[in-house]
């Protein structure tokens, strides 16, 4: 019995097994006949993309471009003021960036020492003038003795002759005749001892003036010295800095204070040394070039004053100065963004940075596809509104051309793009 069991078991087993295979062989010929006798479908057709892109017209015309400098704002007058003696700061009376007039007082020194000293020179200069008063007193009353030195000299003679004359008749001892030639030997010497003395007077007039003279010197000295503890500024302007305080002791030499004149700033540039020769050919020959800057929202301009007669070591340019109006608004050492306006250029287009392409390539469209044209660039340039652009030219662009001026990293000759003319405003949006 068992093994009868067994035996329909496993032939049940093989009729579930034959009945799946059965259904899946059903299935996979059900399949086969649908696919053969269904409807077969059309191919895709494949579109091409059209690129939405900005574009300009273009307009060639006669530009002025720029030339794009940083520079920095100088005064052509920055006076370091120091003192030429020793002595404490007493005051200080304008500070850092305070407005000062000429003549105005800046610092004020302790002036006790230079006084002291001021006072010995005037008594030194008082006593020598006073020497040379009496030395002059002496010449005049010398010179006025030379006749009564003469006429003693003349009595002293008569009478030696006048003893003579007794001596030869014996009327007269010889020492009476000694004794008259001693005295007319004396008188003699006198008067030429005066007469030296008299000689020497103008030396001695002129030594003593020089005495004068140099206490002068050393009176005039002190008052300078004094004249030291009073820093006053030498023009108007504005004070850049102080370097001291009240109680400090400066030493002769040292720096006090800096105050610039703010009414010869000017801002200093490298430029090119060919835009230097350019801008220099057109001053010469009486032409103005001037340059501008947005500083603060406001539009400033700067005339060119004068260019550096060399290079600079360090500097790959030439100098070039321009002057400012607007000085009471500006701060020295203030960096500059200078658009400096060259002459102009005919048969240029400005067009935005990011319209140029690598190899000097930009792109006109033409029925609506791209077609790249090589151009030349001629300089930078500034619109109305301050935009950048950069003056191109190309023999390949004709006036009324469409010109992309979108940033497109596929753009391609023969690419298909949707133009679309470009607004102020989306051009400076562009921008």
Same mark, same amino acid.
């Given at each position: ?20 295979? =059965? ?92 006084? =002291?000293?001021? @006072? ?20 005049? =009353? ?225 029925? @609506? ?63």
């Amino acid at each position: 019995m068992k093994w009868q069991n067994g035996l329909r078991k496993s032939f049940d087993f093989a009729v579930r097994k034959l009945s799946w295979l =059965l259904a899946l062989l059903a299935a996979a010929l059900i399949a086969v006949v649908i696919i053969a006798t269904g409807p077969s479908a059309a191919p895709a057709e494949k579109v091409e993309t059209a690129w939405p892109v900005s574009v300009v017209t273009a307009r060639p015309d006669s530009l002025a471009p720029v030339l794009l400098a940083f520079g920095r704002l100088e005064s052509r007058q920055v006076a370091n003021l120091n003192t030429s003696i020793s002595a404490p700061v007493k005051e200080v009376h304008r500070h850092e960036g305070e407005w000062v007039e000429a003549g105005e007082l800046l610092i004020e020194l302790d002036a006790a020492e230079p006084q =002291l000293a001021y @006072d010995i020179a005037l008594a030194s200069y008082q006593r020598n003038v006073a020497q040379l008063e009496s030395v002059k007193t002496e010449q005049q =009353l010398a010179n006025s003795l030379v006749a009564e030195y003469r006429q003693l000299k003349d009595i002293a003679e008569t009478r030696l002759q006048r003893i003579r004359d007794l001596h030869a008749q014996g009327m007269v001892a010889d020492s009476e005749l000694d004794g008259a030639r001693q005295e007319a030997s004396e008188k003699a010497i006198q008067v030429e001892e005066h007469l030296a003395r008299v000689a020497d007077y103008p030396n001695r007039v002129a030594q003593q003036q020089a005495s004068v003279d140099e206490a002068a010197a050393y009176l005039e000295k002190a008052r300078i010295d004094l004249q030291q503890t009073r820093i006053e500024a030498p023009f108007s302007g504005r004070v850049i800095s102080t370097a001291v305080t009240r109680g400090d002791r400066v030493i002769a030499g040292s720096s006090l204070v800096q105050i610039a004149d703010y009414s010869n700033l000017e801002i200093r540039t490298s430029i090119p040394a060919g835009s230097a020769t350019v801008l220099r050919d057109i001053v010469t020959n009486g032409g103005t070039v001037t340059a501008t800057a947005q500083l603060d929202n406001r539009k400033l301009s700067f005339p060119l004053v004068r260019l550096a007669a060399d290079v600079k070591p360090g500097q790959s340019g030439i100098d070039a100065f321009f002057a400012s109006d607007a000085n009471d608004s500006l701060d020295i050492g203030r960096t500059v963004q200078l658009a400096i306006t060259l002459p102009e250029i005919d048969r240029v287009i400005p067009m935005p940075v990011h319209a140029l392409y690598p190899d000097q390539t930009l792109y006109r469209v033409v029925e @609506d596809r791209l077609r790249a044209v090589h151009y030349q660039e001629m300089g930078d340039y500034l619109d109305i509104d301050g935009n950048f652009n950069v003056l191109v030219r190309s023999q390949e662009v004709s006036s009324g051309d469409l010109l992309m001026v979108s940033q497109l990293p596929r753009a391609i000759t023969g690419l298909l793009v949707d133009p679309t003319e470009a607004s102020d405003t989306e051009t400076l949006l562009l921008n």
